[in-house]
Each structure stands twice: as structure tokens, then as C-alpha cells.
């Protein structure tokens, strides 16, 4: 009866699902706003998606898979610890944004990145990040795609919380 009651508290199976849903709608996003609109990702959002599918990809493994409270346990830490890399990468990104600095590009010190980068060798158009880090050339409520890579992330931690908790209490 309590699941189907408005204010209840999701299951962590649940939590962790609604993780890997958040993450496949960001992606289709970021897709959209790469091939569509065509804005071309840097290299600090490629780290960002990185983190966001790796979070994304143990979470749903955690949906899928996890039959006891520890599994569930590590599944959410886990997909935590990769959220709390991206969040590392998102502040940074909206840090340089707000403090661009002369000499300071995203580009010049992750120059590797465009040669070496083996996802941008496999799957060019989802991991190739050769935009400029600096650019703003696209926002929405005056938020740029940093700041919403930020909030993203924050909602992916939440649901994380509601997991860790819900899988906390499971007996």
C-alpha cells in the first residue's frame, strides 16, 4: 500500500532507475545540442559525460541487478562517487566561466585529448570534445550548458540520497 501512496518515499530500485532515466534524457540533450543545434562539446563536457553515463550505467545496473542491501548499497555509492567526479567537473567548468583568465583555455592543456582520447577514436560523435571550454554561445534561462550540467548533477545526487536511504532502511 505504501507505494502507491502520493508521498511516499521511492524504493531505492526506484531511485536508481529514475538515475539512469535522468541520464539517458541529459544525453539526448546533449545530442541534440552537439548535432542538431551544433554546438560542439569541450573537452571538460565530454568529462562530464563521462561521469553522467558512468553514474547513469551503474545505477541502472543497480535497478536491474541488485538483489541484496549490500549490492544496493554499492551500486549507489558507486554511481555517487561517479556523479560527485562529474559535479568536480561541472564547478570547475562554471569556475573558469566566471574567472576566464588570458591565457587559460580548456583546450591548450587537454590538447591530448583530441589525438589520444580513446572514446573520441571509438564514438567521435558522443566523446569528440574539441569545442572551446570558454564558450557561451547557447544558454537558457541565462544558465549556460555548465550551469546546467551543475543542476543535473545535483539532481542525480539527490535521487542518490533518496537510494542510499531507501536501501538503508530495506530489511
Not at 566523446?127 to 572551446?132: A, S
Request: hydrophobic share 55%; proline share 5%; aromatic share 8%.
Amino acid at each position: 500500500m505504501n507505494a502507491l501512496h502520493p508521498l511516499s518515499q521511492p524504493s531505492a530500485r526506484q531511485a536508481l532507475a529514475a538515475v539512469a532515466a535522468f541520464t539517458v534524457a541529459a544525453m539526448l540533450v546533449a545530442l541534440y545540442l552537439q548535432h542538431v543545434v551544433g554546438l560542439k562539446p569541450c573537452p571538460l563536457c565530454v568529462l562530464q559525460r563521462i561521469a553522467l553515463i558512468l553514474a547513469g550505467s551503474i545505477a541502472l545496473l543497480g535497478a536491474l541487478l541488485a538483489r541484496s542491501r549490500t549490492a544496493l548499497l554499492g551500486c549507489t555509492l558507486a554511481a555517487g562517487a561517479a556523479a560527485l567526479a562529474g559535479t568536480g567537473v561541472a564547478i570547475w567548468h562554471v569556475w573558469i566561466l566566471a574567472f576566464p583568465q588570458e591565457s587559460m583555455s580548456c583546450g591548450r592543456p587537454f590538447q591530448w585529448f583530441h589525438e589520444d582520447f580513446p572514446l573520441a577514436t571509438w564514438l567521435p560523435r558522443l566523446f569528440r570534445g574539441d569545442g572551446d571550454c570558454l564558450s557561451t554561445e547557447w544558454a537558457l534561462l541565462g544558465l549556460g550548458i555548465p550551469h546546467w550540467s551543475l543542476v543535473g548533477f545535483a539532481i542525480v545526487l539527490t535521487l542518490l540520497a533518496l537510494a542510499l536511504r531507501a536501501s538503508r532502511r530495506r530489511t
